[in-house]
């Protein structure tokens, strides 16, 4: 909320310096600079805000392993730490094999986002059919059911 109440003052501040611009260069300086500011600013908080909402997200790219499979599964992870009573902050990385495919070691399930169809949702995708064999994923109870 913070955030878009930030995004729109700021919005409105270059807005209203483009109005005032007094030529098309000023105004267009303007404008490529506050979205410019915008997108910079979504990089660096978005999934900073997204991670305090959902309690899982997918890693920021600066966070996930280098690797040539540019497989980016790696999650941030908030767990409660019911001892201390404050949250701790987990890198981690789930695998399972896929129960459609049966086949163990050939087949794996990964976290992925949910695309379009599952928007919002981190969904168990597995590689030999990613669009076919997709499953729920808990990250609280470590379970996935089928969602197909
Ligand atoms: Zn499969």
């Known amino acids: 909320m913070i955030l878009l109440i930030a995004a729109a003052l700021w919005s409105w501040l270059v807005l209203v310096g483009m109005g005032a611009a ?19 600013a979504y990089t660096v908080l978005g999934w900073q805000f997204r991670l305090v909402a959902d309690r899982v997200i997918l890693a920021p790219w600066f966070l996930q392993p280098l690797s040539l499979s540019k497989q980016d599964d790696y999650l941030l992870e908030l767990r409660r730490n019911e ?8 890198l981690v990385r789930y695998v399972a094999n896929c129960p459609v495919c049966g086949a163990k ?7 992925e986002s949910g695309r379009l169809e599952f928007f919002g949702r981190l969904v168990g995708r597995c590689n030999r059919a990613p669009n076919a064999h997709v499953f729920s994923f808990d990250h609280v109870s470590k379970r996935g059911r089928f969602l197909r």
């Not at 030529?23 to 910079?40: Q, S």
């Not at 001892?83 to 987990?90: D, E, F, I, P, V």
């Not at 070691?105 to 976290?111: A, H, N, P, Q, S």
């Open 22 to 40: 007094s030529t098309t260069v000023a105004f267009l300086k303007l404008g490529f600079i506050g979205t410019l500011t915008l997108l910079i």
């Open 83 to 90: 001892g201390a009573k404050r949250n701790t902050l987990y």
């Open 105 to 111: 070691g050939l087949d794996m399930v990964r976290v």
